[in-house]
């Protein structure tokens, strides 16, 4: 096996091996819709961050990722390093051992280029590529699931209001977004990300939709609703993504949150919507717990924080 710079000229031969794992997965999640390309590819290929392995001629695996950013997770003060879902892949045969070698080229680029946290996008069902990723050290810490437009079945919740908010109401959203982020910082979370002010969130949530549970006239949970997700097929017109939850500690256990997702599917079917997907952390034991009963999941992302005193050495890499 020969590893090699990824380059644009490997794309047609990528995307390959890129739709072959995809429809894979999609043996086992029927949700997720069929593609003919995947567009991310050309846009990583010429950023010298992507590596590919040959068998003589033959490409049978490549891993590529997005530029460094900084403030990893927006909860960190490290440069990190993604290559989100289509932008790696491996044939079947010696899939693991495709996947070890791609990724200890792969990472010498991004150790050198300041990178310390390493995340990668694997399919649900890639378990042999998700175990030698977690011999190499990483762990899960993302997933993306989906499930058709249909309600669940589930008690209704009587004495509760369930509604769409009017953009005038999104104010109404705030308390329970920061009580949100209080439970980021809780065991084993521990996610101290930094709050939007009042301001802040309004102008960023003011293209979004909200719906919401009311006791009594009060707020007690809601859902955030956006036109797109985190993966190159959460979109289009017949998709919808959950972007943000919550619901107040004394009020769970009622079956309101329940409730809450079936007004949501029955107002987005309306509408001809056919697909809702959501993005969760499943180190977030509450919401994992929640979206995995209701939700497929079809993506996991694998994270590495390697020590940060080996960029003193990236040169020697």
Not at 198 to 223: T, V
Request: aromatic fraction near 12%.
């Amino acid at each position: 096996m020969i590893i090699r710079d990824f380059e644009p000229k490997h794309t047609e031969e990528a995307a390959e091996i890129a739709l072959g794992v995809y429809n894979y997965e999609r043996t086992f999640t029927q949700d997720l819709p069929e593609i003919s390309n995947v567009p991310i590819l050309e846009q990583l290929s010429e950023n010298g961050l992507g590596v590919a392995a040959f068998e003589g001629k033959k490409m049978v695996g490549f891993l590529c990722s997005v530029g460094p950013f900084e403030n990893v997770f927006r909860s960190t003060d490290v440069k990190g390093i993604f290559s989100p879902m289509g932008a790696n892949g491996a044939v079947a045969e010696n899939h693991g051992k495709i996947y070890a070698a791609l990724y200890q080229e792969a990472a010498k680029k991004w150790v050198k280029a300041g990178a310390v946290s390493h995340s990668i996008c694997l399919y649900e069902h890639d378990e042999e590529a998700k175990q030698q990723l977690f011999r190499y050290g990483f762990g899960m810490r993302c997933v993306d699931a989906i499930r058709p437009m249909e309600t669940i079945d589930c008690a209704p919740c009587d004495g509760y209001e369930f509604l769409e908010l009017p953009k005038t109401d999104y104010e109404n959203v705030y308390p329970l977004y920061l009580a949100l982020n209080e439970h980021y910082c809780s065991s084993p979370f521990f996610v101290n990300r930094k709050p939007d002010t009042q301001e802040e969130f309004l102008a960023e949530k003011k293209n979004g939709r909200y719906f919401a549970a009311k006791k009594d006239g009060e707020l007690c949970a809601y859902m955030e609703v956006s036109n797109e997700g985190e993966t190159f097929v959460a979109s289009g017109n017949v998709y919808r993504h959950i972007t943000g939850a919550y619901c107040l500690p004394e009020y769970r256990g009622r079956g309101i949150y329940q409730n809450l997702l079936n007004f949501v599917i029955n107002i987005l079917k309306t509408e001809g919507y056919t697909k809702l997907g959501v993005d969760f952390e499943s180190i977030n034991p509450s919401g994992s717990g929640f979206w995995l009963k209701y939700f497929n999941a079809y993506t996991n992302s694998l994270v590495r924080r390697i020590d940060e005193r080996i960029i003193q050495r990236a040169s020697l890499v």
